[in-house]
């Protein structure tokens, strides 16, 4: 067989191979493309940031009509990207609001993402983290900021708090202390910390 039929075959193989990838098992050639074919995020949803852990990149979008907010990973498997899980957070008119979080390990990385916006004027810093390792970051007023640690934890369980520039604890982030009944989705917020029972 000629040289050039060879490499015509070889090259039509190829191409069937990456159709069929791309077709039944939703791989794309980049990592937001990926991501927007995620099973759950809709055709209405807009990016707004992006994040690259090293073998994977992580996309936060907002969706005015479903008013939510999702973060899609993309996973980076040899030239090609795949994108099978996501979080999403509803829209709400909290002081402090989570727009998204997701915590994941795979074979060779994991991590944890916690994205964070506040509209409390007081508040100047928002700490989160293992107990050991506690990053603080500087916030202002419709200021979006985000953490993203090496480490797989659940993000309720970073024990995020929002400081003012005294270093005092004015919110923080999980479920309600004082709450018999708990919403597992409905009470994981910020909750205002009153000074009588400041940590």
Not at 35 to 50: D, G, M, P, R
Not at 99 to 111: D, I, L, P, Q, V
Request: aromatic share 12%; charged share 25%.
């Amino acid at each position: 067989m000629p040289k050039r039929k060879i490499a015509i075959t070889i090259g039509s193989m190829f191409l069937i191979i990456m159709l069929i990838l791309v077709g039944f098992f939703g791989y794309r050639f980049t990592a937001l493309s990926a991501a927007k074919s995620n099973t759950f995020v809709s055709n209405s949803s807009v990016l707004i940031e992006e994040w690259d852990t090293g073998s994977s990149s992580l996309f936060l979008f907002k969706d005015d009509k479903e008013e939510t907010y999702r973060i899609a990973l993309s996973e980076k498997l040899g030239f090609l990207y795949r994108s099978r899980a996501s979080t999403y957070v509803p829209y709400s008119d909290d002081d402090i609001k989570t727009m998204g979080g997701m915590s994941y390990r795979t074979g060779n990385e994991e991590f944890t993402l916690l994205v964070i916006e506040s509209n409390v004027n007081e508040v100047a810093y928002i700490e989160a983290g293992r107990e050991l390792e506690r990053e603080k970051q500087k916030i202002n007023q419709g200021e979006r900021i985000s953490f993203l640690f090496p480490y797989n934890k659940q993000i309720d369980h970073l024990n995020a708090l929002a400081l003012n520039e005294d270093g005092e604890e004015l919110y923080y982030y999980g479920y309600p202390e004082n709450k018999n009944h708990i919403d597992l989705n409905e009470d994981l917020r910020w909750h205002k910390i009153e000074q009588s029972n400041s940590k």
